[in-house]
């Protein structure tokens, strides 16, 4: 590790610079002083709050939510090991022990030396290249427990997306070009999108985006023309527009491969955006597992305002915008948009009771338009083609391209954009080859953690909105998570509850004290243990979360156990 | 301006701005709750109050739902039901509800099987004695958050609390756990009148309990006041 410089005795400086925002600088302040300090000391947290203004007892709130804020110390180099679904396929849970061994020490507790701090986490976005993990900020894929001690000094892997279909649009640029060269961007049809957009009144733009079929790809689906109109219409000012990319959802990794190597696209749609909607202030929020899509976007932002692409008077057309990036800081909670609101406004990241909805009462209550990466980075593409080509793409119902992050027993793991839309089998089998090492297809998870296992016999269905809703299945964030017929289900199941019991915000009954029976009963089946009425506790605890949790994380941390348990049921069995 | 909507078939003619809870009331309808108090912010944390309503894909929490014109609600469904019992089966196998009689009437009322779930582990915090005035005893919490908002902008503006951890390790804390004496706390006691569970408990209530009289109860406290000066200016 290179030294480092010995950081300053306090906050002050930072606090100068910063304090006269009050709470909202609360997450990036603690963010500072983890990286400066390896964790936050008490005398440093009462010296942020009282700067901020904010309560001392929230303040350690704040910190306890999120996993990467620490208040005892870490080590100088801190390893992320991810051991989700798709890594524990790969060997993760080897490979921490293997480390843990090797520089003797155990998860989550400092070595003697305090050099190294290993940490087991939940996905970190990189499952085409599982196993992986996380070194300070370098990502490190295809890890193997006999070389591990020496990876952890390797340099990281070169950022590159796995892109695996022919016809790219949303992909084009991707591994192409130098991501932060404005010179390449505008080459490859950059700005072409926003030069139209700008040619029409804020009104237009929200109709082409009506007329154009766009809906939301973070996962609910929702219509995004409708979004904006709602925004542009609502009383109160200023409005935000904000950028969701807080991408934690197990086995998704598409936005961050557009934000590593496509940055200028998202910054073009979020322009659009806010001139649709007439928003002066946008906020783009990336989790904290992703530091190399920090660094670029924040090259990106500077590049885009010294070009006057943000700023006052953009384009000459008297309106301004700008960007501010914030970063996530380990809680997949907040990739829900109002738990990620309370998040940017410095507080534990809870979600709030809708409605109201945040087109009306969104960040620090104001209108608020908060979209996914992949649906900004359509944006200008479909105002580069014009409504007409843009619907020609994708189905009736679901215009456009959209991307699919295959992960686990594939033959060929990585992104694939899907212009015309096709079979779940045939991107199984045709476009991605199939299944590794000559086995047969045992089950694939769609949409993601919280999304249903599908069994080999109903691949059949295509990949559109409305095609899976009729088969009471989501598309989610575009999840293809593969498994071969040698794996246990049962095990993938553990790791579900697992994660799900370890996201859980603890704001409502039914998630908070639901994930954790779920977790419970999930580690007897895993372990052949299973008591009898266990089915019926587990139906009952997925049922109360599904039905009576407060958000999307209750509503779905039981689907995919109901699916395994509608279509092997054998499994649930006491005995088996 | 009324709202008319159905309640388990009955019509029912409510004030606009109504929650569902204020329409079940005027059907004479009891809708269980846990964490609601009329003195906090009704946040829908326990959801113990859900009902159906016809045409939602998830069941309504009838603290924070709005009455709308035309609403078909259900309070005694099979979902509702099983949410309701399932949830104090849940939360039973969690914390010490042994001094809550409302909640036990619930359970009662929904039979619900106190061994639902074997195994389970309970959360089981040390309990917090380090003032003269109440006992935290958190085995009996169940994050009702009625005490860290009675001490914030609901009741008290003293911020003293706040909850903290994640998930099933929530909890309520104060700055790095400090004892209640070195935070913001000036013991105003609302908190503790705020609690179902007894996990805040004032120690006059103790002491009665003990049989102690008033006196003796003064003494014991300023013994306690004492000792606990001491050991601060020994630091």
Known sequence: ?576 | MTLTLTIDGREIHAPAGSSLMQAAQLADVDTPVICYHEATTPNGLCRQCVVEVDGWRVLAPACVTPAAEGMEVHTASERVTRARRTLLEMLNASIDLSQAPEIQQQMDDYQADRERFPGAERRAPAMLDDNPFYVRDYDKCLMCWRCVQACADDLQFTYALSTGGRGYNSHVTTFFDAPMPETTCVFCGNCVAVCPTNALISKTEIYLQQGLDYDSIRREKRNQRRAQDKKGGAQ
């Open chain 1, 1 to 576: 590790m290179a030294e480092r410089a010995t950081p300053p005795a306090s906050m002050q400086d930072y606090l100068a610079a910063h304090a006269h925002r009050g709470q909202t600088m609360l997450l990036p302040a603690l963010l500072e002083a983890q990286k400066r300090y390896n964790h936050i000391s008490k005398e440093i947290a009462a010296e942020i709050g009282r700067a901020l203004n904010v309560p001392l007892a929230e303040v350690t709130g704040v910190i306890e939510f999120y996993s990467m804020l620490h208040d005892r110390p870490t080590g100088e180099t801190h390893i992320r090991i991810c051991e989700s679904p798709v890594c524990n396929l790969f060997g993760a849970k080897t490979v921490s022990k293997t480390l843990c061994r090797e520089l003797d020490t155990a998860i989550c507790e400092p070595t003697i030396d305090s050099k190294y701090y290993v940490e087991s986490v939940e996905c970190l976005g990189l499952c085409e290249r599982a196993p992986v993990m996380l070194v300070d900020d370098r990502p490190i894929g295809q890890t193997t427990p006999d070389v591990v001690a020496e990876l952890v000094r390797r340099p990281p892997d070169p950022p590159s997306g796995l892109i695996r279909t022919g016809t790219r649009l949303l992909t084009a640029r991707l591994g192409k070009i130098s991501p932060t060269s404005l010179p390449d961007y505008e080459e490859t049809d950059g700005l072409r999108g926003l030069e139209a957009a700008l040619a029409l009144s804020p009104m237009e733009v929200i109709e082409q985006v009506k007329a154009a079929g766009l809906m939301g790809r973070g996962g609910a689906a929702f219509p995004t023309g409708i979004k904006w109109e709602g925004a542009a219409q609502a009383e109160g000012q200023p409005k935000y527009l904000v950028c969701n990319a807080d991408e934690s959802e197990p086995g998704t990794f598409k936005d961050r491969t557009l934000l590593e190597e496509d940055p200028f696209s998202i910054l073009e749609g979020m322009l659009i955006a806010a001139y649709a909607i007439g928003a002066t202030q946008g906020f783009l929020y990336v989790r904290g597992e992703y530091p190399r899509a920090q660094g670029i976007l924040q090259r990106a932002i500077e590049v885009f305002r010294s070009a006057g692409l943000l700023g006052a008077n953009i384009r000459g057309r008297g309106f301004d915008f700008d960007i501010e990036l914030r970063s996530g800081a380990g809680a997949y909670i907040c990739g829900e948009e109002t738990a990620l609101f309370e998040s940017i406004e410095g507080k534990r990241g809870y979600p709030r009771i809708k409605p109201p909805f945040p087109t009306q009462h969104g960040l620090f209550g104001k209108p608020t338009v908060i979209n996914n990466v992949e649906t900004f980075a359509n944006v200008p593409l479909l105002f580069r083609m014009g409504v007409e080509e843009y619907r020609k793409l994708g189905s009736e119902k679901s215009s456009g391209p959209r991307l699919f992050c295959l992960s686990g027993d594939t033959f060929m793991p990585g992104l694939f954009e899907i212009t015309t839309p096709i079979t779940l089998r045939d991107l199984i089998f045709k476009e991605a080859g199939g299944i590794r090492n000559g086995r047969k297809l045992g089950a694939v998870l769609l949409g993601g953690a919280a999304g249903k296992f599908v069994p080999p016999d109903q691949l059949d269905v295509r990949l559109t909105f409305e095609d899976t809703r009729a088969a009471g299945l989501s598309l989610g964030s575009g999840v293809v998570m593969v498994f071969d017929e040698t794996r246990d289900l049962r095990q993938v199941l553990l790791d579900l509850g697992h994660f799900f019991a370890h996201e859980s915000c603890g704001k409502c009954y039914p998630c908070q004290l639901g994930t954790q029976r779920q977790l419970e009963i999930l580690e007897r089946l895993a372990h052949g243990q299973l008591l009898p009425g266990d089915k019926e506790r587990l139906t009952d605890v997925g049922w109360t979360m599904t039905d009576a949790s407060l958000c999307g994380l209750g509503q779905t941390a039981a689907t995919a156990v109901l699916s395994v348990m509608e279509h092997w049921p054998h499994l649930f069995e006491p005995g088996q």
